[in-house]
């Protein structure tokens, strides 16, 4: 599947990224998104600059503070069921409890110029279906896990079309790869991105050998002979968990 932005982009924007990092409001986003996954979608944000946002889980507030760098102009709608963890809030963004599958988007924004993203933990596949029934075209997914790993159902384990595994607290089940959630984001997948990491350790987050055969990811922007300038970065490199940008077919035309 055809990608949208190629390594020289992302490299060309990783020094604007770094001095947004190095003066963030919230300094210990545990939890929350780190710099591996904070500069693709600060990135992807900044490139599209879609006139709505919708923020799917928000957790300290730090995600949306990058987002509004990236595009000022964006009317950003963030949801989190638990909003008083978040540090930074903005009177520009408008806040709800409310989940995505529950509210009524049609009344809210314009679909065509809409952005969504997802951290919250979530089955991606009611979501992709919410999405692609109002004529949201353009998704970002923050946690897309592998096959073998991750507490929720994403499209990496889909388009891996395999048995997989969710993981809760440590509480492992595998589950049969599901052919029908295969064949339809397939059918709606019009371009499939992921983004990749900044840096690569030999290792995963989880302790196994990072490997094409379980975690099949595109080439690193940085080597290790990079971590000097970028030290922060290769700090958080396990933060990494295959971000994704996705579009689908709008199927109202």
Known sequence: MKEKWDREELLASLQEFKELYDNKPIHNNDGGMKSGHMFPAWFIVKKLKPKYLIESGIWQGLGTWFFEKASPESKIISIDPMLHYRKYISNNVSYQTTDFLQTNWRMLVEPENTLVFFDDHQNCIPRIK?????????????????SNQGDCYTPKKIFANKDYVIDKAGDKTWY??????????????SLYQEMPPIFKSERTRWGDFWNEENY?????????QDKTEYLQFFNEKLDYT????????????
Not at 137 to 144: H, L
Not at 218 to 224: I, R
Not at 242 to 253: G, L, Q, T
């Open 130 to 146: 919410r999405c692609h029934e109002i004529g949201f075209t353009k998704i970002i997914f923050e946690d897309n896990y592998p």
């Open 176 to 189: 049969q790869k599901n052919p029908d959630d295969f064949t339809f984001l397939k059918s709606i997948a």
């Open 242 to 253: 295959w971000i994704a940008y996705m579009e689908i077919k709008d199927d109202r035309k």
């Open 216 to 224: 099949p990811t595109p080439e690193p922007l940085l080597t290790d």
